[in-house]
């Protein structure tokens, strides 16, 4: 497992055939190119799938009240990337506007991904996923070749499948609850 951003990128770069960088503020081309794509390939990796280790729950303070069609506002954490589940009753309604939820409730929890930037955090396959997506993310810029971008985007489908597959499998399984409809139909 990496213990840093720049062994994350390190791994980046030697699956395209690049050297390696001391730091991500090297002088260099490619440390340059890989600070800048770092923060995003993380982060929308981190949204695309409720990894376990970026899982986390919070009570939300509200802030006001919206011009119109809701009752209350309240601000998102600033770490949110993507909010999961609420606790609100399968009848109350909800809209995310900018980094405000919105709602007729009083009080709402959440359950939401977390940008995580501390990379001991993160799990290991996540790591190698992202070190692959960094490599695809870098791949044309460092080597010029489109072919090697496409066969790096073919790894990363796979190894991203994978990855999700095995987070998913950790803990007990969602239970499905059936309601009269559904009942109705067996």
Not at 23 to 30: A, F, G, K, V, Y
Not at 120 to 135: H, K, N, Q
């Amino acid at each position: 497992m990496a213990s840093s951003e720049v062994e994350i990128c390190n791994s980046a770069l030697i699956k395209v055939g690049a050297d390696r960088i001391i730091s991500l503020t090297d002088d260099t081309e490619r440390a340059r190119v890989v600070a800048e794509q770092y923060p995003k390939a993380r982060d929308e990796m981190l949204r695309a799938h409720p990894w376990n280790f970026a899982i986390a729950r919070v009570e939300l303070g509200s802030t006001g009240t919206p011009e119109f069609e809701f009752d209350n506002e309240f601000l998102l954490p600033s770490d949110c990337l993507r909010v999961l589940k609420t606790d609100l009753g399968d009848d109350d309604e909800y809209k995310i506007e900018g980094r405000k939820l919105l709602t007729n409730n009083s009080s709402i929890k959440i359950k939401y991904i977390k940008r995580i930037t501390d990379v001991s955090m993160f799990d290991a396959s996540f790591t190698e996923v992202l070190a692959i997506r960094l490599a695809y993310d870098i791949a044309y810029r460092i080597t010029n070749s489109s072919t090697q971008a496409t066969a790096l985007y073919q790894l990363y489908s796979l190894a991203l499948r994978d990855a999700r597959s095995f987070d998913a499998q950790e803990g007990s399984a969602d239970r499905i609850i059936s309601d009269e409809w559904l009942n109705s139909r067996f």
